[in-house]
């Protein structure tokens, strides 16, 4: 299970790479990150919520309702020009970290 | 046999009770748990399993109400009782006082703060802007997007600036008239009224309303469904 420290730091550059290839919602986004990170990443799912609410009022995502077919209405999030350019901003920031462990780590004979 | 909908509506209670979530995020949340339950449906043999593993997944009514709790931004109840609360104890403290409230009462400063501050602000932005900087602050509803909030906030912005121009100012005014009138002491009282009181009303203008205007209308670049 990856530390608590680890997931609330990457989970909006994660929301933000997943809005970036498409328009979501909550539960989706969630499988998405299941998925790619071969389940390693687990997160209760109710605290998406306030993390793509935190990311609407930063002006990063924007959010629609759309009504479905039973009726319920669903929302849906996509990223703004302002989230494309935070999360280019945390890729440069998580590439920079990843390259110096990197460095550190593959000098060592581990 | 499960009975779904009445479970739905009892997490739905649940999650309401708290008072952390508004009805939209709540909604929002529903229809997570709705889908969830859909896959699980798939996943488990009966429906009470399915139902538990997705409301696991979803996650626990007490650990999400926190979370939001932590993100919620300001009530309007909220702003009236701060106002409420610095007025009532102010008339409170200067009504305990030798001399009550009547002896911070002087018209003269008032008109003389209130006329620069007001001219002021009507000469910078206009009486249109004005009214709807004033009701942009007090409203609570209706999305502001970033940039409609700066050209908002110059108006308290100014207004800030204004009035503690306008305190100094007076200072100054109550100043000069005790010094025009030192042979006459019978008269130093007006000057050293307007002197302080002057700066008393400003500061009271700027920081109450001024800086209390400026701050509402900050907390309201968010999206409507916050506020209110």
């Given at each position: 299970?990856t ?23 909550g ?18 799912d ?20 759309q ?8 929302r ?35 | ?65 926190q ?16 106002i ?43 009486p ?101």
């Amino acid at each position: 299970m990856t530390s608590k420290k680890l997931v609330a730091a990457s989970s909006e550059p994660l929301v933000l790479s997943i809005l970036a290839q498409g328009e979501s919602y909550g539960y989706a986004i969630i499988q998405r990150v299941r998925q790619i990170s071969k389940e390693t990443l687990q997160w209760t799912d109710g605290m998406l919520y306030p993390i793509l609410h935190r990311l609407e009022r930063k002006s990063l995502i924007v959010a629609h309702w759309q009504e479905g077919d039973s009726g319920r209405r669903r929302r849906y999030y996509r990223l703004t020009r302002n989230g494309m350019r935070a999360l280019v901003e945390e890729k440069r920031e998580w590439d920079s970290v990843h390259a110096t462990l990197m460095e550190l780590w593959g000098g060592s004979n581990a | 046999m499960l009975d779904f909908e009445e479970r739905m509506a009892e997490w739905r209670r649940e999650l309401t009770a708290g008072g952390a979530l508004r009805s939209w995020q709540v909604e929002e949340l529903e229809d997570h748990l709705r889908t969830a339950y859909s896959f699980t449906l798939e996943e488990f043999a009966s429906e009470s399993e399915a139902w538990r593993a997705a409301l696991d997944r979803t996650g626990c009514v007490a650990a999400i109400t926190q979370e939001f709790a932590k993100e919620q931004t300001m009530r309007p109840q909220s702003k009236a009782l701060g106002i409420a609360l610095t007025i009532g104890l102010l008339l409170f403290a200067l009504q305990s006082g030798p001399g009550g409230v009547t002896l911070f009462v002087h018209i003269p400063s008032m008109i003389f703060v209130l006329a620069l501050v007001g001219g002021g602000l009507v000469a910078s932005f206009g009486p249109a802007r004005l009214g709807h900087a004033l009701q942009a602050s007090l409203r609570a509803s209706a999305p502001l997007e970033p940039t409609e909030v700066d050209s908002l906030v110059a108006v308290f912005q100014r207004g800030y600036r204004l009035s503690w121009m306008a305190g100094v100012l007076g200072f100054i005014v109550g100043f000069i008239q005790m010094i025009a009138n030192l042979p006459d002491p019978s008269m130093l009282g007006q000057g050293l009224a307007t002197c302080s009181l002057c700066l008393f009303y400003a500061a009271l203008l700027a920081e109450i309303a001024f800086a209390n205007g400026r701050q509402w209308l900050e907390n309201r670049t968010l999206t409507a469904e916050y506020l209110g």
